[in-house]
């Protein structure tokens, strides 16, 4: 059996060499701050553009490149007001007396089901069960877009809100899925980008 006093003599000789060493510091210095030196090289190294920035379509993996300033449609011009494509419509305010309801097929799933026209496309068919793709929710992306196969898209349907496509791709027939309201019948290829 050990001897209590060795212990505790073994203990205290521990703590004096610990202390010793931490008083004397380890000599170890941090290294200099080299991130703002990195930014500006990584910044140096981005060639300059005459044209703003894209909105960003890089959630949803969309591959659109920037629009150069005043050309297609990428600025309003001096006096036009963007308020009213900006505000989109409500589906809230359709009196129920109103509600339509359409048939919406989805060509990668293969069925076709009703869709009130105050109801999201993504949200009736999340609740047939698909894995839709979405992010925002919002149409702020192109992560649920997809593509209606009729025709250009503002035939068969209506956005709630929409800051993702531009009136080229809807007349490609591309549509977000997520503000996207019913106005036809129509075949919708999900997960289709423009």
Known sequence: MANLTSVALGAGLTLIVVAIHYARGTGWEPPADISQEVLERRAAAVPETDFPEPMNRSIGGGAAGAIPAGEGGAELEEGEDGDEEAEGFDPEAIPDDEVEYYEVEFAKEGETIEIANNENILD??????????????QGQCVSCAGQIQDGPALDYIQHEHNEALFDD???????????AYPIDDFTL??????
């Open 189 to 194: 290829e999900t997960g289709e980008q423009p």
């Open 169 to 179: 791709d809807m007349d490609d027939g591309y549509c977000l899925t997520c503000v």
């Open 124 to 137: 009736v068919g999340e609740e047939e069960g698909w894995d839709l793709p979405y992010a925002c929710r």
